[in-house]
């Protein structure tokens, strides 16, 4: 699992450091309804999470949703940034309520959103960027036919922060635009071959 991949890399991280901290993880979901759903699902596994001695090994996760108070939001950020709040989950609409600096990792879990790429990307990333410019870890997961529409924002992406793709996603791409232009070059040859239909005008008096 992505999120204990991350919390193992930390603690090696913290193995020869004086001051230890946790690895701060941010969810991205597409509504409400999934952000909940996903939360659910990792306070149960969580609760579950047993270490190799047999002590608790779980995280502490919650969400931030588009339709809480400001003061459960205040509450979620002071959580994240300082106490005990491990993985925090949002739609996306809600990452403008996320405090700048508090995020280590991000998480795209569920079908990308154009507007992810245009909204939080492009903008919302640098702010998440803690004032140290710590840099984000970033991981988007992505459906390889669902996901289809958002291959040319994601490369556009890449090109931007000057990544290069892997190449499951560049042989998915190249299949992306080659369907692309398959359908484009019908849908021009279906046009061009409309009958044309001549209207005349009876200008006689």
């Given amino acids: 699992m992505l999120i204990e991949k991350l919390r193992n890399e930390r603690e090696r991280f913290n193995m020869n450091r004086a001051n230890k901290r946790r690895e701060r993880i941010l969810i991205v ?41 400001v003061e459960n939001v205040e509450k979620r950020n002071f959580e994240f940034r300082h ?17 700048r600096g508090t995020v280590d990792a991000v998480i795209i879990f569920d079908s990308a959103h154009p507007k992810y790429f245009q909204t939080m990307m492009e903008t919302e990333m640098d702010n998440l960027t803690s004032m140290n410019c710590v840099k984000l870890k970033l991981y988007i997961i992505i459906d390889q036919q669902a996901d289809k529409h958002v291959l040319p ?31 484009l070059a019908e849908r021009k040859r279906l046009i061009s071959e409309r009958p044309l239909t001549n209207s005349s005008t009876d200008t006689s008096q």
């Fill in 153 to 183: 924002q994601y490369v556009k992406f890449l090109q931007k922060y000057k990544h290069q793709a892997p190449q499951w996603f560049r042989a998915q791409y190249e299949k992306y635009r080659t369907e692309f232009n398959a359908n």
């Fill in 83 to 99: 106490g005990s709040l491990d993985v925090l989950v949002i739609n996306w609409k809600s990452i403008n309520d996320v405090l």
């Fill in 29 to 69: 979901t597409k509504n409400s309804k999934v952000a909940t759903t996903v939360t659910m699902y990792l306070k149960q596994r969580s609760a579950k999470k047993v270490s190799a001695n047999g002590q608790k090994k779980g995280f502490s996760v919650n969400c931030i949703l588009t339709q809480d108070s």
